[in-house]
């Protein structure tokens, strides 16, 4: 307990994680819980992606792609073999590690904006083939018109009528990946990560093996973010190319990250806290008739961001608490000295 | 059947030079400055709905356009560089600017989805004297807008060129490409040289803009389509090199139409993909580039 006082911020993490456990107990508006859901996935997504794009500092436009991998080997699994989605999602995960490997040989020979372009090319590769073959290996996708899951319901199957359910699942899976960002972050590999994204040069040669711990970070990042294509899947029952496979999802990924701050833990979470709701009520207010503004919104405030404070939101929060504190604290110290 | 792919090769060709004005715009950027603008293509996007509504409203035909678009967008350029790229780029000295990659990938993120919202989500085909017109060569067919669309950004890229390696800054911007440090030293204001890129980069692809609406109908998906055909072309052809970027475009013309002729558009997206690949892994400088990195 003297812990959690003496660090403000831990307290706080325990608190809100708390309210977070008991607020779909008190709340039972499914529109919220969905929009819960929502947040969480995103934020999920977002650290994820945080894994590669910041701690590693390689910037992936194509995270839509493992999202789509992961959300289609989890319904295909589902809907034409019975495979229960919990071990959907693992298979999900596998099969986009191995896709990021193959991806990752060829791509990272470039660095930057090079290897960036890449990823967004691949995605869209993706996009058209699942768009214009309605089955793939002998088995149905439905081409752009994209598959509805049947509805079998229960547990083994996670198929909830109530979406408190998926709240739990997914605020655990964000749990998860934070907890295994924060292992990455504190181990060796994380120090190696964060040299090659300072100076790649020196790094390799310093004897980090380069191009491994790219591909390392870039496995994880992609089995993590295909887990959460695969939840996706069965959150939604209904998953089209179009969706999974969009360029507009890998850049709201990225944003969502690099707005909050970018290499750090808490900062993916921030922004989607932060940047999701703001989408939700724009579409749900004005949804059909201003169909690109949330993607407008998104846009702009990554450029505010990037201009004004290049380490994210999370950083310029943190400056400001700093402050706030100096700011209390001095009276007590007088009151000390007297 | 040979008389098919004959018609695809020239089809081919004579896009592939379009593209080629598309994509040198980006090339001339990376060259000069290091930096890759995400933007690119939205802002070809917005240049190709400037034209659209200069042609249709304001009747002008659609190649004396090149001028104004040309210039309008080398003010868009310049201005660009001078209040919010360069301030970017000179924050982080050494490393690889990513900061400029994920401020231009806003931009553009934020430009397609205004233009969705004012422009809307359908497909604009301006209407020119030139429209469905053709010359017929023997068994050949030859689209007179591409063919007029060609020569005019054929032209446009070799002037280009000429500027880069026959003129006092088109020197300096060379010099400044090979050593920032070096090129300062002996008295180029970096400033205005990264400004100028920027803005003749932007021209080019004012101009392309209207070379392309004379036969290819304007949407807001259009720009991320031409983003992600110009960094391909910029990769065949070698980055920051005016001549690769020509040959690259004409290949990535002829594939296209090759493969589309041969497949389906899907297939020869695909292809191209595939091609993009094996040159990074076989020889990332490029078709005409020197092994230097």
């Known amino acids: 307990m003297k812990k959690l006082v003496r660090k403000p911020g831990r307290a706080f993490g325990v608190l809100l994680l708390a309210a977070l456990l008991l607020f779909p107990a008190v709340v039972s508006q499914q529109f919220t819980i969905n929009s819960f859901c929502l947040v969480f996935l995103y934020a999920y997504w977002a650290s994820s992606w945080n894994i590669l794009g910041g701690y590693t500092g390689q910037m992936s436009l194509g995270h839509a792609c493992f999202v789509g991998l992961g959300a289609y080997t989890t319904a295909v699994l589902f809907s034409h073999f019975h495979c229960s989605p919990w071990i959907g999602l693992l298979a999900a995960g596998l099969v986009a590690g191995l896709a990021s490997l193959v991806i990752g040989i060829p791509c990272f020979k470039l660095k930057g904006s090079y290897f960036t372009l890449s990823t967004v090319a691949l995605c869209h590769v993706f996009r058209i083939v699942f768009n214009t073959n309605s089955t793939l290996f002998g088995l149905e996708t439905g081409a752009a018109q994209g598959m ?23 605020l655990g899976m964000l749990l998860l990946v934070l907890l295994v960002s924060y292992a990455i972050k504190r181990s060796k590999l994380g ?33 993590f973010t295909a887990m959460g294509g695969g939840l996706y899947a069965m959150f939604l029952q209904y998953i089209d190319p179009n969706s999974v496979f969009a360029y507009d999802l890998s ?28 989408q939700q009520i724009l579409n749900s207010r004005l949804g059909a008739n201003l169909a690109g503004l949330a993607l ?7 450029m505010i961001v990037i201009y004004f404070m290049p380490k994210g939101f999370l950083d310029t929060i943190l400056r400001w608490l700093r402050k706030l504190r100096e700011k209390l604290g001095k009276p007590k110290e007088g009151q000390v000295c007297r | 059947m040979l008389q098919l792919y004959t018609q695809a090769l020239i089809d081919g060709l004579l896009l592939g ?9 980006l090339s001339l950027c990376f060259g000069v400055m290091r930096i890759v603008n995400w933007a690119h293509g939205a802002l070809l996007m917005m240049a190709m709905y400037l034209t659209y509504y200069l042609v249709t409203l304001a009747g002008i035909n659609v190649y004396l356009c090149c001028l104004i678009t040309g210039a309008v967008m080398f003010a868009v ?27 231009t990938s806003g931009l553009g993120t934020a430009l397609t989805a205004v233009a ?19 010359l017929q060569m023997g068994p050949f067919i030859i689209s007179q807008t591409k063919l007029i669309s060609f020569v005019i950004a054929v032209v446009s890229t070799l002037v280009l060129f000429f500027f880069v390696k026959k003129t006092e800054t088109g020197r300096a911007m060379s010099a400044t490409s090979q050593n920032r440090t070096v090129a300062r030293l002996m008295g180029i204001h970096e400033e205005n040289i990264y400004c100028l890129a920027m803005g003749i980069s932007q021209a080019m692809v004012g101009i392309s803009a209207s ?21 391909i072309i910029v990769v065949l052809g070698g980055k920051g090199s005016i001549m690769g970027c020509l040959l690259g475009g004409l290949v990535v013309g002829v594939i296209e139409k090759f493969f589309g002729t041969m497949f389906n558009d899907a297939t020869s997206q695909i292809v191209l993909f595939m091609l993009f690949v094996l040159i990074l892994l076989f020889k990332p400088s490029g078709i005409l580039g020197k092994e230097k990195e």
């Open chain 1, 296 to 302: 407008a919104v998104y846009g702009v405030v990554l």
């Open chain 2, 17 to 25: 030079g379009v593209y080629a004005t598309v994509a040198v715009g």
């Open chain 1, 148 to 170: 509805k899951l049947p509805w079998r319901g229960g547990l083994a199957a996670m198929q909830f009528l109530d979406k408190r359910s998926y709240y739990y699942i997914i």
């Open chain 1, 191 to 223: 120090y190696y990560l964060a040299a090659i994204r300072t100076n790649q040069d020196a790094a390799a040669s310093l004897g980090v093996n380069v191009l491994g711990m790219k591909l390392t970070a870039m496995f994880i990042s992609a089995f």
């Open chain 2, 116 to 134: 969705l919202i004012v422009f809307g989500g359908f497909a604009l085909q301006a209407q020119t004297p030139y429209t469905g017109k053709s």
């Open chain 2, 211 to 231: 070379l392309l609406i004379s036969f290819y109908p304007v949407s807001n998906s259009v720009g991320v389509l031409f983003s992600f055909k110009s960094f």
């Open chain 2, 77 to 103: 350029g310049y201005l660009l560089q001078k209040f919010l790229f360069y301030k970017l780029i000179v924050r982080e000295k050494d490393r690889e600017p990513v900061n400029v990659l994920l401020f």
């Open chain 1, 251 to 278: 850049v709201k990924i990225m944003v969502l990250a690099v707005v909050g701050g970018g290499g750090t833990l808490w900062g993916p979470i921030v922004g989607a806290s932060l940047l999701v709701p703001v």
